[in-house]
């Protein structure tokens, strides 16, 4: 490890990420009511606990493009029946959701074999100010939107 906390040998991109979900985090975590961890060093995603053992949201690059990028809820767990039941949940908020974010809401129950999960997305690849403002200003709304249904879920 260096100074800065960070792994010997990390490379720019690493290092770029990092600093760009460090920021995405402290702008977030001054607009919302939880604290938030630390990204992992070199990570081309960020998540944070939503309140529900096996869900996080979750900020990240897709693709080997870096695009597009996306914000939104995952639920992991070994019992199919309990992320799709999660899921399905929130899919009753599908118009909600894409009336506040202006943007199209996509569902994926069976993500991965342990994953189901919903999000947003902007097809940008570079960590510009513009796509820092889109994602913290609309993980904000995904935030504020679905806790309150997670809690339910409890």
Known sequence: MDAMGEKE???????????????LAD???????TRLPAP??????????????GAHFKW?????????FTAGLHFCSKNRDTKLMRLREMRKLRHEIEERTGEKVVFE????????????????????????????????ILYNLLKPELEKLR
């Open 9 to 23: 040998g990390t490379t720019d991109l690493q290092t770029e990420y990092t600093q760009f979900f460090s920021e």
């Open 27 to 33: 702008r977030l975590s001054s607009r919302i009511s």
């Open 40 to 53: 992992k060093p070199g990570d081309n995603h960020y998540t944070f606990p939503a309140g529900l053992p």
């Open 109 to 140: 129950p069976e993500a991965t074999e342990r994953e189901a999960r919903l999000y947003i997305q902007k097809n940008e690849g570079r960590m510009t100010e513009e796509l820092k403002k889109w994602a913290v200003e609309k993980m904000v």
């Open 60 to 68: 990240g690059f897709t693709g080997r493009s870096r695009s597009p």
